[in-house]
């Protein structure tokens, strides 16, 4: 009776109560991929003991948006732990092996969009993908994406960051054959009101292969792309 | 010499003059999908034109956001095409070749979303999907969406309709490990400022495997599913 | 002539001029509640001033938004007030009678929305209530809001907690028949818009039993919960 | 085992397939209030077939924003059906049981706030309260609020609404000790932004007794204060 | 002494009081341009004496965002006028002297934004320039553009036209080493927010080159385009 | 004994309650103002009765934002009724006497802006003002302001409408010494938002004598301007 | 002539060029009022160096939005000049001579408007009014305004600064007979927008003697209600 | 064969590839202007490399949004680089030839204005151009404008700098006949929304002449200016 079962299967899902965080361990199993702990509003003993339960189950392990003093702590619970300073991510990566069946290209617009798109590059290392980027193809000297054309059809999942207009999506989005997934970033001033201009932008791309992830969210981005790259 | 023989391939890209608009018969080939019309903004004088060229390269063509004027119009040109009056969606479906690996779930909050669910719907259908349709689960009633798990988890790519709050996505996408495509419709009133509410909800979602088109796409979520479908 | 009276008894209504603010004793004898201080906005000096004169009257004392110094400053007031780091919230709890007829249960999502949840347990613990409190049960992993489904039956009124997409509340909403006094947090970043894509969701809530207060006003939300659970 | 039981008794939760609705008959039973059908966005076809599927359960029948249209084809269904032109209420009335403790008051700032106002008290009658109604009481001559003070204070829940600068919640909040359902009106032009303004401004109430509904939302105000006042 | 001078220049600036409209016959002189009238918000009585007062001195003439009716009434003062349906403009050309230097080149995105750049066309041509169209060469198949890469560059001033995410001015800007004005339309649904998200998008563009006017003013910019040709 | 009586005083303002309305006599008193109906919202029917109470106390009556159909019924009532179709009010001016102790000044930038100001000229003068007005005088054609300078000096108080970018209060402003109440009028597309961009515009301005009222609200400008004339 | 007149006298009007300043000596001429130096975005030195130069032909001068270091350059300029800490104003008030006809009533809603209400107060001083407040007179409690009602109807002109919900000056508007000049605060959070929502309920305020300035702008409503009280 | 000539050279548009930027040597070529860089989301590390690439191939620099570490930096790979700290940009003005054919006048309404004025004039100093700056002449104080009328008719483009309501461009578009290039600034508090009033002022503006760049844009006006200057 399979409505019955998945009741039960849906009850008997494990999660462990720290008390201050119901830690989801099935997740990983759900979605295949590792927890992943979100710093920010977290304090370094919370992320500590976090990461403490995730990794007795996994040995991957991703941190976002963290500062040096969250990586002072959790290299104290995990030796291997890199840092990344400029989108202040966390990482083991213990386990490389490869999942995902293609490459995934990460692409930005600017050299200020290089610290979303680092996000979304850690992130789709760590769940087992290979990863190409191309940074600094902003669609105001086309040439430099054309020139770079051949690198971008050899994807089979695109992550593609760009502040300001926001406009990359739409012409990468019309070069290739698959999917696309835009990040809006934050990068810009005045009329980009913190990436809402780019954010509007994407949401309306007259590239109908683009779908789109909150501002600056590069972990989102990779995350869904892992997904399907694994399809 | 790739570069080159990349751009010189660029430039050779097929598309047809019809004076008020440039035929990219290529994208078909590009993106392995028919081409699509937007009806509104053209007058069905301009709509019969272009699907008339679009039929002499595809056996299957899509017009969305058209009503019963167009679609007498287009029915001289296509014996076979239907109408969807719901969504305004007109479809000639001459090639029903299933091309999709997978099934895609349409699922919607409510009976007001299912305008938007069945464009994505006939788009899936027509790009070659098998759709599993799933309408009225809203989170207001869980149970009915919980008792409907199976179906979600037996879809390859799921698109999620839902206005208002737009919390369906969220909750869909806990519940599966493959990617939810969010569609936020412009369903409710006040509050809902036409579909910013769901939007804005659908790109905060907790759930890291949603991404999101703009209000009303159905056609779009549709579009993106096939092509990861096809993957 | 009751008329007459009103007006006469609303004449009278006391008073006490500090200068800076008229404290209003009379709120408490009207809303049965002690009064509060809104601690942003108002030096050190001014919030003891005004504690001062409060404990005169009442047993009971709540400051929310303060900080470590107001605390220093107000404990030479009074003795006994604790300090609740997270919301900064300082509470005399002098008089600890249950005057709430049943259980009042404080949900959240996410662990970043502890902050506001504990501003709203302090609360309704000070108003003279039972509190229960259910954190980190948001959306996205439902089996942990499900597992928990009695503790939320048991309650008389549930205040929810919720940033990000804000779509606890609708589905806590569902889930029991007792009013839901929904606060969205300011939890999220870039399309969260400071809390205001939780506040909109939570407006366009699909369950009818739903009320919604100001992003981060857990104060409001418990305040309003003890009144309903005198009733 | 109660979490089991839970699941299970969530399980077996009663809902009718219409196929482009999922009438939940279980609504009724779990929030002890008839189901209701928001009109708009539904065919008087669909609404005609829920209202029958309704009525074979409930003797009282509440359809909102409904038009002539509907209600003729209502009336075939259910011969007693009552129809209120300003608020576009549908209502059934069969089972006049007073279920509710006390008086819910119903409030309005202006004429053309009425409405509203009559959706919210359509709402609370069908719910089983006794409403007492209080029209045209704006802040701007708040001599005829103070005037019908006693009415106010003999009630045990409030709905007020109000468009504009919705103030009067505010007002009506602080000469209470009883909880106020704010309802924001979409009365106004120019820089009330459809009713925007007034939400705003009733979320940042200075009296602390208040919560918020949609814009417009008579119902859902009603809904709650019924909710309340069988507590 | 030039500071009197001017004053008393400033002074006796001729305009003619019609009641209704003060009409300034000197801005003729001091832009060199014809007067415009926007038809929007005036009567045809009012616009056809306007027209009559203007065409006493000047052979040209344009009226903006008019209709049939619009155009009925004029055609009785000036045989000569045309009709433009798509974008509701009334031109009479009694002169067509060239004054522009080099060519204007009109360019639209898609076929729904050809009424705004047939209002720009129709300006441009009206104050005296050669016009190159170029029309539905949107960024998501940028070979049509880069295909048509000739025809920019030989321009001296390009108007760009673009609605939805409003890419193309970016990328146009890119291509050619002259001003681009960039005309934001209202082209698209749901977050496109009538013209906003490719007005914000136009407004950060990465290209240096690029200025903005407001949504759909296809003569704004065509009237800043004929004064910079005529430098 | 001030404060009792003046609580006394509060309670005896006379208000009638019609059911729908409570139409408050006492208002003409206190401000020295005719009663004024702002007709959108209410039926003519409503308005008929509310008529027909206010004129048997009062010789003047002012009615805004009505159409032909409520002149109709109103010119029933009160034969001598005028109706301003631009505007849509309606006057009764039975009672001419000047109350004024000066002129006040209506200016307006652009023709479109003309029903925005008649409004404010028709209330002004029932309300027993001597009125000049001067239209069509927008800042781009300032030699046509600068050249009715003496007009608007001589005024004592400046009543000033503008739509688009709203400029012409700051410009005035700086010219007179005397109050200028700020009318931002809906005229205008795209970005204009509705008359947002001048109301923002307005509530910025540099010069300091200028207040402003809400967006197309010339009856509020002329009421208060009248209250300032007669102190 | 008197147009050639006030064109002369309009060129002869004497500023004094400091290079990054063109200090207006004719304003106060003109407004009858002296010069007032906005202090955000200019440097200590800056205003040391306009204050010099204002102080030559005045005996009184306003500096707003001031920090200690300012004063502390002021001081040398002017030793008379006082610092009020609250609002930042800096003051000369040398010359004392009451020119208003009446009394200005400067009202506000909490203790947090109070650097709002001060910053009034210090300008309606300085420009030679009798001043009156009135603090802590918040809707919630409308006793207290109640019982002061005397006070505000004894006001020529009145203040009325209030943050949250901006409610006050509606119910003062309706309590008085002369212009209420409402001053929305950035006094909030959340929904409040900062000072957006208490902006929007004034310039929609039900009261008809109600207009508005900017969020915080204490000094520009002081300002009119300066110029109406000399009328 | 002109296509594919054009695709050609497009192909072999030079960049030079630093990793973390593609310097895009050929823009200099395109637009015949020196590359720009922004400083703001580049480290002094990259900021000098980049200046290190392109001070091989130009005699010029600019770059904006530096601040004084920034300077250190680059004056260790330009000695003759001059830092400008209002607008934070920093000059190598090597060669000074004067490319534009007239006057580029540089206008701003307010001090605070001034250092995106400075951004505007160090730009088009050093693009070539001899700049003419005017500052704060306000529109409040019209006679100040007015005075300078002479100078701002002998300019051949202006650029128009200006905060708070922005309406300085639409009086200056008024006067003269060339373009006018409005650059809204962040100047103001409250409802100026960091510039966005300006900004839409401008969009909104009623002479036909000008147009609009991001806020507080100098660099764009002044680049466009630039472009404008040499046709």
Same mark, same amino acid.
């Given at each position: 009776m399979p409505v019955e079962t998945a009741?039960?299967? =849906?009850r008997h899902l494990p999660f462990e109560d720290l008390g201050f965080a119901k830690v989801d361990h099935h997740r990983a199993l759900r979605h295949g991929m590792p927890e992943v702990i979100l710093a920010s509003g977290k304090s370094p003993k919370q992320i500590a003991a976090i990461s403490r339960q995730l990794l007795k189950q996994?040995?991957?392990? =991703?941190i976002t948006r963290a500062n040096k003093e969250v990586y002072g702590v959790v290299k104290k619970v995990a030796r291997a732990a890199e840092f990344?300073?400029?989108s202040g991510a966390i990482r083991v990566h213990g386990d490389r092996t490869? =999942?995902?069946? +293609?490459k995934i *290209?990460?692409?930005? *617009?600017?050299?200020?969009d290089i610290p979303v798109a680092e996000e979304a590059q850690v992130t789709a290392e760590v769940m087992g993908n290979e990863v190409e980027t191309l940074y600094d193809v902003g669609v105001a000297g086309i040439h430099r994406l054309i020139n770079n054309r051949e690198r971008l059809t050899q994807a089979r999942v695109i992550v593609c960051c760009a502040g300001m207009e926001g406009a990359l999506p739409s012409v990468v989005g019309g070069l290739v054959s698959v999917p696309v997934i835009a990040v809006p970033t934050s990068v810009g001033y005045g009329a980009s009101l913190? +990436?809402?201009a780019a954010l509007?932008?994407?949401l309306n791309s007259c590239a109908s292969n683009v779908t789109?992830?909150?501002?600056?969210n590069g972990f989102g981005a990779a995350y869904v792309a892992s997904m399907i790259n694994r399809l």
């Open positions: 009741i039960q299967r =849906l996994n040995k991957n392990l =991703l990344f300073p400029l490869i =999942l995902g069946k +293609g *290209a990460v692409v930005c *617009a600017g050299t200020s913190h +990436g809402l509007l932008g994407m789109v992830v909150n501002i600056d």
